[in-house]
């Protein structure tokens, strides 16, 4: 445990009780009693870092290794970079993927989840991280361990604990929804067969074992005395297991709930987001004693349905509809993540004609597309491919209409994600084996190439725009996450987004179309945030331009 100097917070009476009440329904009220007290004691011990406000304004994803300097820990490189390069992210949060020694799956197949793998550096190191961000959001890894895994190695050797893995002693069939792997489900090792959702290199944990569950929980403070100030739950839906079934189990959002009590113990100001798409009933992972944010898988295709093929009325209907549910501002948006985009394969938010042309569209671009088996029916999946290639036309990286869509993006009622090669706007990796397509947006730089890379003109003004985009909505009170949201389409190719209440709300237009168009807003005078214009009346919008609209005089426009 860290010895930082930081005061311990009091264990929290009812923490322990909703904790108690969650391990009771999983495990029974003996073993849930018996797991509270452990808890709590280990809780004790923690020396958390509580900050007080709001959530921060966006979250940068970056491997632990995305930048190499043979003399220091990449963790260590990075922080150097991040403070040299960049300036520091400013209130942003930095999600460090995986850091944990691991053995594949880039961080994912995790050997040991309380230590950072020596060739990455220390916990120090990640928690340096700190120092040029607002924070940072780590991964708890709990669906699954690498086949490495000591306590996986002891059940093969006939010691150790069996209940703690799903374990076979033949083959059977089990459907289990949609995959993101092809592989059986089911794997051989020996003498059993064990459940294997990621692949043969990854083996599940039984949830159903309260030591699991008692580990995972160890792990999560280990987490938020880090430094964590979201911490995301990888894989949940996959974490409980019952057949015939598939994910989704009630268990599950137990399961979120149990853990939102144990970071309660220690830091109340912690966030948890549950790693699925946002989705209501039993889909639905978030409230008052549950995660407090999810992802909106369906934001990537629908800014690239309105900012490459000019149909923004699929975005508009989505922005309305999600500012209108209950935890509809509560999730995260992205335009690109680690593994690509998440084309939503099961029930895409497009209807097939317009997704046929967007995805002809991205394909003339080069953008790689990776194929989901549904139904016996091979449906996109995935696009594998960085925002400069999915931006780019014959002539290049379209870098107006690349900004536009991150101006968009930044306003939606969501808080907003970057990938750290998109925060400069870097070309795909070359040489990608088509074994493997996510490795063409998962490059990881030497010091000195990546730093002659983002001096170049293109890469600096982007890197320049998107860290201005953070500053700027850290300092809007109108895209606060319970600020309203309404979307309309003033003209053909043109969104307008209208955020806030009172005295000063916030109208962001986009044009994401080849001619200047004339629209107006309900203001007497504006002023645009971004780039500094002001007038009256009707507003001319260049081709691929994005203003946000205040009222001009009001005072302090943030």
């Given at each position: 445990?860290?010895?930082?100097?930081?005061?311990?917070?009091?264990?929290?009476?009812?923490?322990?009780?909703?904790l108690?009440?969650?391990?009771?329904?999983?495990?029974?009220?003996?073993?849930?009693?018996?797991?509270?007290?452990?808890?709590?004691?280990?809780?004790?011990?923690?020396?958390a870092?509580?900050?007080?406000?709001?959530?921060?304004?966006?979250?940068?994803?970056?491997?632990?290794?995305?930048?190499?300097?043979?003399?220091?820990?990449p963790?260590?490189?990075?922080?150097?970079?991040?403070d040299?390069?960049?300036?520091?992210?400013?209130?942003?949060?930095l999600?460090?993927?995986?850091?944990?020694?691991?053995?594949?799956?880039?961080?994912f197949?995790?050997?040991?989840?309380?230590?950072v793998?020596?060739?990455?550096?220390?916990?120090?190191?990640?928690?340096?991280?700190?120092?040029?961000?607002?924070?940072?959001?780590?991964?708890?890894?709990?669906?699954h361990?690498?086949?490495?895994?000591?306590?996986?190695?002891?059940?093969?050797?006939?010691?150790?604990?069996?209940?703690?893995f799903?374990?076979?002693?033949?083959?059977?069939?089990?459907?289990?929804?949609?995959?993101?792997?092809?592989?059986?489900?089911?794997?051989?090792?020996?003498?059993?067969?064990?459940?294997?959702?990621?692949g043969?290199?990854?083996?599940?944990?039984?949830?159903?074992?309260?030591?699991v569950?008692?580990?995972?929980?160890?792990?999560?403070?280990?987490?938020?005395?880090?430094?964590?100030?979201?911490?995301?739950?990888?894989?949940i839906?996959?974490?409980?297991?019952?057949?015939?079934?598939?994910?989704?189990?009630?268990?599950?959002?137990?399961?979120?709930?149990?853990?939102?009590?144990?970071?309660?113990?220690?830091?109340?100001?912690?966030?948890?987001?549950?790693?699925?798409?946002h989705?209501?009933?039993?889909?639905c992972?978030?409230?008052?004693?549950?995660?407090?944010?999810?992802?909106?898988?369906?934001?990537?295709?629908?800014?690239?349905?309105?900012?490459?093929?000019?149909?923004?009325?699929?975005?508009?209907?989505?922005?309305?509809a999600?500012?209108?549910?209950?935890?509809?501002?509560?999730g995260?948006?992205?335009?690109?993540?680690?593994?690509?985009?998440?084309?939503?394969?099961?029930?895409?938010?497009?209807?097939?004609?317009?997704?046929?042309?967007?995805?002809?569209?991205?394909?003339?671009?080069?953008?790689?597309?990776?194929?989901?088996?549904?139904?016996?029916?091979?449906?996109?999946?995935?696009?594998?491919?960085?925002l400069?290639?999915?931006?780019?036309?014959?002539?290049?990286?379209?870098?107006?209409?690349y900004?536009?869509?991150?101006?968009?993006?930044f306003?939606?009622?969501a808080?907003?994600?970057?990938?750290?090669?998109?925060?400069?706007?870097?070309?795909?990796?070359?040489?990608?084996?088509?074994?493997?397509?996510?490795?063409?947006?998962?490059?990881?730089?030497?010091?000195?190439?990546?730093?002659a890379?983002?001096?170049?003109?293109?890469?600096?003004?982007?890197?320049?725009?998107?860290?201005?985009?953070?500053?700027?909505?850290?300092?809007t009170?109108?895209?606060?996450e319970?600020?309203?949201?309404?979307?309309?389409?003033?003209?053909?190719?043109?969104?307008?987004?209208?955020?806030?209440?009172?005295?000063?709300?916030?109208?962001?237009?986009?044009?994401f179309?080849?001619?200047?168009?004339?629209?107006?807003?309900?203001?007497?005078?504006?002023?645009?945030?971004?780039?500094?214009?002001?007038?009256?009346?009707?507003?001319?919008?260049?081709?691929?331009?994005?203003?946000?609209?205040?009222?001009?005089?009001?005072?302090?426009?943030?």
């Open positions: 445990m860290s010895a930082s100097g930081h005061t311990a917070h009091p264990v929290r009476a009812p923490a322990r009780a909703r108690g009440d969650a391990l009771g329904q999983l495990y029974g009220a003996e073993r849930a009693e018996a797991l509270v007290r452990e808890l709590a004691q280990a809780a004790e011990g923690v020396r870092r509580p900050r007080p406000g709001h959530a921060r304004p966006a979250v940068i994803a970056v491997y632990p290794d995305h930048v190499l300097d043979g003399g220091m820990a963790l260590a490189a990075l922080r150097r970079f991040l040299e390069e960049v300036g520091g992210v400013g209130p942003a949060l999600h460090v993927l995986p850091p944990y020694v691991s053995d594949g799956d880039d961080g197949a995790v050997v040991d989840h309380r230590a793998h020596p060739r990455l550096g220390t916990w120090e190191d990640l928690e340096r991280l700190s120092e040029v961000s607002g924070g940072l959001m780590l991964d708890l890894v709990m669906n361990v690498s086949t490495s895994h000591p306590a996986f190695r002891d059940v093969l050797r006939g010691e150790g604990r069996p209940g703690d799903h374990l076979f002693s033949e083959p059977r069939d089990i459907e289990w929804g949609t995959r993101v792997r092809t592989s059986s489900i089911l794997q051989r090792f020996g003498a059993v067969w064990a459940w294997c959702t990621y043969r290199a990854q083996v599940d944990l039984n949830h159903g074992s309260p030591d569950f008692l580990s995972m929980a160890g792990t999560l403070l280990r987490l938020v005395e880090a430094g964590a100030r979201v911490v995301r739950l990888d894989a839906p996959h974490v409980w297991k019952r057949v015939p079934g598939g994910p989704h189990q009630p268990e599950a959002k137990l399961l979120v709930r149990a853990l939102r009590a144990v970071a309660d113990l220690v830091d109340p100001s912690v966030r948890l987001l549950a790693e699925t798409d989705r209501t009933g039993e889909r992972y978030l409230g008052e004693e549950l995660a407090q944010h999810d992802n909106h898988l369906a934001v990537p295709l629908l800014v690239f349905t309105a900012a490459l093929a000019g149909e923004g009325g699929p975005l508009v209907d989505w922005v309305n999600s500012a209108a549910e209950a935890h509809g501002r509560d995260y948006a992205f335009l690109q993540t680690h593994d690509g985009v998440h084309l939503r394969p099961m029930d895409p938010p497009l209807d097939a004609p317009t997704l046929r042309r967007v995805m002809a569209r991205l394909e003339r671009a080069g953008v790689r597309v990776s194929y989901a088996d549904v139904g016996g029916e091979p449906r996109p999946y995935e696009l594998n491919s960085s400069h290639r999915i931006f780019s036309t014959e002539a290049g990286l379209d870098v107006e209409r900004l536009a869509a991150h101006a968009l993006l306003a939606l009622p808080t907003p994600c970057l990938y750290f090669p998109t925060l400069f706007g870097l070309p795909d990796a070359v040489g990608v084996e088509p074994s493997n397509p996510r490795a063409a947006n998962r490059h990881r730089y030497s010091d000195g190439a990546l730093r890379l983002v001096r170049q003109s293109v890469h600096a003004r982007i890197l320049k725009s998107l860290l201005g985009l953070i500053r700027l909505r850290d300092q009170p109108a895209l606060r319970d600020s309203g949201c309404e979307a309309r389409l003033p003209a053909p190719q043109v969104l307008h987004l209208a955020r806030g209440h009172g005295r000063q709300p916030l109208h962001v237009l986009v044009n179309g080849v001619e200047p168009v004339s629209v107006p807003v309900p203001l007497r005078r504006w002023a645009d945030l971004l780039g500094g214009r002001q007038g009256q009346g009707d507003v001319l919008l260049a081709p691929s331009e994005a203003l946000w609209l205040v009222e001009a005089g009001s005072g302090d426009l943030t």
